[in-house]
């Protein structure tokens, strides 16, 4: 087998799940100030990281790997990057492997990834992108490439009101597991999904939702206007998105989150909360 077979079937740690959701919970639970959030989310990335870093088979496939890049890191969430301007995200799919690749006017490939940000969500099972620096991106292209790939249910643009600012979500089949490798020279990330196709059982979780609205600015004006929460933006059932705050295993938890945010001076009342299951849309 060759160095390269061997980095393309490098198996992301199970364990790795668990290690975010435990970090993650420390977080939460520590979430008396957003300074306080934001060190935790950094110790949490680190422990992925490292995690993936001193995995031996993982190790030794990096060190001898003869794709065309070098390797900057290997992340689940976090961010990455240089800063730049005027970037234009777009995207490859060949067999097993996903690529987001990155162009100027005067670059056809540049040599450095823009500053990204990975964030992972359990219901549905999803990973947010945003490329900041970055000024097109052809949705419908990035769509028919993840879509190539059979562990992708969805993908769909998200709506930052920063026009250097893009992202889009991917949304994954219950189970799947995932790493984002970041290569310079040229600049670009390759993500890598996996399946032991084990079935998973659906749960119900619990968030502070809004009503569905259309994709658009009201999408962005709702994220704005909650600076310090973690909103994220689910598309329903009838193909419309609505915002969404946690996700929380009792009605109980959800219901404490939301007397929270009442209780702040500028809040509108857009949020209710509201169950769905872990593999499915809300309503």
Not at 67 to 95: P, R, Y
Request: aromatic share 8%; glycine share 6%.
């Amino acid at each position: 087998m060759t160095s390269k077979e061997r980095y393309e079937n490098i198996e992301i740690p199970a364990q790795l799940p668990d290690v975010i959701r435990r970090a993650q919970q420390k977080a939460a639970a520590r979430k008396s100030s957003s300074r306080i959030i934001r060190y935790a989310s950094s110790l949490a990335a680190c422990a992925a990281l490292l995690l993936i870093i001193n995995i031996p088979t993982v190790a030794n496939a990096m060190v001898k790997i003869p794709v065309v890049g070098t390797i900057v890191q290997v992340l689940q969430f976090g961010d990455g990057g240089k800063i730049t301007d005027g970037v234009t995200v777009g995207s490859e799919a060949t067999e097993n492997t996903l690529k987001i690749n990155f162009s100027t006017d005067e670059q056809d490939q540049t040599n450095d990834a823009p500053h990204y940000n990975v964030v992972h969500k359990e219901a549905p099972n999803r990973i947010l992108f945003t490329f900041s620096g970055a000024r097109y991106m052809d949705i419908e292209k990035v769509k028919a490439d993840f879509m190539t790939q059979p562990l992708v249910k969805d993908v769909y643009g998200s709506m930052i009101l920063d026009d250097s600012s893009v992202g889009f979500v991917v949304v994954l089949k219950e189970g799947v597991q995932y790493a984002v490798t970041e290569f310079k020279n040229p600049g670009y990330l390759e993500v890598k999904l996996t399946s032991d196709g084990k079935p998973v059982t659906p749960r119900k979780v619990y968030s502070l939702r809004t009503e569905s609205m259309p994709f658009g600015e009201s999408m962005g004006i709702i994220k704005e206007s909650y600076p310090d929460e973690d909103i994220s933006f689910l598309k329903t059932s009838t193909g419309e998105f609505t915002a969404v705050i946690g996700e929380y295993l009792t009605a109980e938890e959800a219901e404490q989150k939301l007397k929270e945010l009442a209780g702040q001076p500028d809040y509108h009342e857009e949020f209710y909360v509201d169950s769905w299951m872990s593999n499915e849309n809300p309503k």
